[in-house]
């Protein structure tokens, strides 16, 4: 026999002893990673109810910020004043929204388009809108402008200045408002959810 | 070697339990991860309620300086003649220029305090074009879940147009 020759009867030889797998040992193998599945599915289904409850959370801050965005652009007490029509308090608060669904638009540019505002129910979620006026008053310091004018070394110092704390008295009214929007919705799991943004409009001249 | 080791009877088995322990380790890890990563419900929320703060704070500021453009003016001019005192009793040492623990802004999974104040309020002037603008910066700053402090600049830039009232021309 050559060197050739038994090089290649012992590879025929140990292809010829190569072992597989057996059936136990594969059903064995698959249960295993089976078993190692199961947490794993378990966690994604965690996170699938984790992620609806975000959504809904998510989409009521989205509407908020909707609703508070539009309202602030209307013209200052546009939306108070009609409720002021209807009989409420000249002083507030004033309540829109929750069951009854009032809408409000102001237009803009003659005959393109209109500014909108939508409460009460929308879908799943109630919109509330709360308008307060809230009172005025500043610290400041004042200046005198006669003393100013007489000042010839250019001294700050010497123009006279006040202090005039919490000014004026009694408190500005109708030119600051507060706005709150309130969404609600209902989660089968936890109840009843609210979420909340305030903001503040002056009446400022244009 | 590799022939002898697959020879060895059980191995598929062994094989299978490392990839199970791989698989696990994997899904720990992941685990891991998203209970650290802030959720962005609670991150949107932060966001918006301080925007909305700090731009009604701002108009308060707009109103101010509405009310008051003469003081504000010479507080300004006081500034450029290196008084300082006078700019910052009309806008930083204004306590009504602040809101403290505002906690009207609240939902059912977030009840922090919110703090705003009005951090700067400057004059812009572009000769050039015979411009003038008031830049104003507010601050809003409250504490997170995780017992961090969380800071927000808003600024608004608003043109000023100045017209004499003087009898006289």
Request: aromatic fraction near 12%; charge should be positive.
């Amino acid at each position: 026999m050559t060197r050739k020759n038994s090089r290649n009867i012992f590879i025929f030889h140990r292809i010829d002893t190569w072992s597989g797998f057996t059936l136990t040992e594969i059903v064995l193998s698959i249960a295993v990673l089976a078993f190692a599945f199961i947490p794993i599915i378990g966690g994604m289904g965690t996170s699938l109810k984790a992620t609806t409850k975000d959504e809904r959370i998510v989409q009521g801050i989205h509407l908020a910020q909707t609703t508070l965005n539009a309202a602030l652009q209307f013209p200052f007490d546009e939306i108070a004043s009609w409720s002021r029509s209807k009989g409420s308090a000249a002083n507030g608060p004033w309540t829109f929204g929750g069951t009854v669904q009032p809408q409000f638009s102001y237009p803009t540019t003659p005959g393109v388009g209109s500014l909108a505002l939508r409460l009460g129910v929308q879908g799943d979620y109630t919109t509330v809108l709360t308008i307060y006026d809230e009172p005025v008053q500043f610290n400041l310091m004042v200046y005198s402008p006669a003393s100013r004018a007489i000042d010839t070394k250019n001294d700050p110092t010497t123009w006279n200045w006040t202090s005039l704390e919490n000014y004026p008295t009694p408190a500005l009214r109708g030119v600051y408002q507060k706005f709150v929007v309130t969404v609600f919705w209902s989660d089968k799991q936890s109840g009843q959810k609210f979420y909340s943004l305030v903001s503040y409009k002056a009446k400022l001249v244009e | 070697m590799k022939i002898r080791f697959l020879k060895i009877r059980g191995t598929a088995l062994i094989l299978s339990l490392v990839f199970a322990t791989l698989l696990l380790e994997m899904v720990i890890a992941y685990t891991k991860m998203v209970q650290q990563a802030p959720p962005q419900n609670f991150q949107i929320d932060e966001r918006v309620k301080m925007d909305f703060l700090s731009q009604g704070l701002i108009e308060k500021a707009i109103l101010k300086f509405q009310l008051f453009p003469a003081d504000y003016y010479a507080a300004n001019d006081a500034l450029k003649l290196n008084k300082s005192d006078y700019i910052k009793a009309f806008v930083i040492g204004d306590s009504n220029l602040m809101i403290s623990n505002f906690a009207e802004a609240s939902s059912s999974f977030s009840d922090s305090k919110i703090n705003v104040c009005i951090s700067s309020m400057s004059l812009l002037t572009n000769f050039q074009y015979n411009q003038e603008a008031i830049r104003i910066q507010s601050q809003a700053v409250y504490t997170g879940k995780n017992g961090k402090n969380i800071e927000k600049d808003v600024v608004r830039t608003v043109r000023l147009n100045r017209q004499s009232n003087a009898p006289f021309k």
